[in-house]
């Protein structure tokens, strides 16, 4: 069974940092693209970030570039979200999300991944 299941969320002010982590079960995160969505109250989930299953590739929102990082450990089958100079307009709830596919565009939307976790909620206050 797939299982993806995010942590690391919490309550940060303004400027401060996050990191969420997305651990895997039941697929091996080396095998797929991956991407992390968020999604605010009354809002749309809107893409924040995606790699490529080849690891080589990734792109970000504008609204995120340059802050947050993207990065996965193998060994521990586990993608990771690194959140600096955080803001208030960054609080929502958070996805990763898992693509099986060989393709190297990177997916950034909704319809394209396959297996999503649960969401963990990021806060941030000014």
């Known amino acids: 069974q797939v299982q993806l299941v995010e942590s690391g969320g919490g309550s940060v002010q303004a400027g401060g940092s996050l990191r969420l982590s997305c651990a895997a079960s039941g697929l091996m995160l080396s095998n797929y693209a991956m991407g992390w969505f968020r999604q605010a109250p009354g809002k749309e989930r809107e893409f924040v970030v995606a790699r490529s299953w080849s690891d080589v590739s990734t792109l970000y929102a504008d609204s995120v570039k340059g802050r947050f990082t993207i990065s996965r450990d193998n060994a521990k089958n586990t993608e990771y979200l690194q959140m600096n100079s955080l803001k208030p307009e960054d609080t929502a709830v958070y996805y990763c999300?898992?693509?099986?596919?060989?393709?190297?565009?990177?997916?950034?939307?909704?319809?394209?991944?396959?297996?999503w976790g649960q969401g963990t909620q990021v806060t941030v206050s000014s």
């Open positions: 999300a898992a693509k099986l596919t060989r393709f190297t565009r990177l997916l950034t939307g909704r319809e394209e991944y396959d297996y």
